[in-house]
């Protein structure tokens, strides 16, 4: 993530998924390169999401993607997008918080 670009939840799923990938080729191969790298990737992933999500909760849940999100969520059984895309298309804030 650049200091030009907005976190993205999308973005920081891709990048987890992609360190957990690389990090687990390199356990499979023994390469601790790989797997410090892969485990590198993945924090950075969190890290988006995690800032992605502050974002969302500081503009009313209106950055959003609604039920594609929770669609998205559901396939890769990631319940915390599940929730977050689910409280976008009802227009809720995000992880229980409460409205204005």
Do not use: Y
């Amino acid at each position: 993530m650049s200091a030009q670009q907005e976190p993205g939840l999308i973005a920081g799923h891709a990048a987890f998924a992609k360190g957990a990938a690389v990090e687990t080729i390199g356990n499979t191969m023994g390469s601790a390169a790989w797997s410090k790298s892969g485990a590198q990737q993945k924090q950075a992933g969190i890290d988006e999401m995690k800032a992605a999500g502050e974002k969302r909760d500081q503009d009313n849940a209106q950055h959003g993607m609604g039920k594609p999100e929770q669609l998205l969520g559901q396939v890769t059984g990631c319940e915390g997008m599940e929730k977050e895309g689910e409280a976008s298309s009802a227009g809720a804030k995000p992880h229980g918080a409460p409205g204005i």
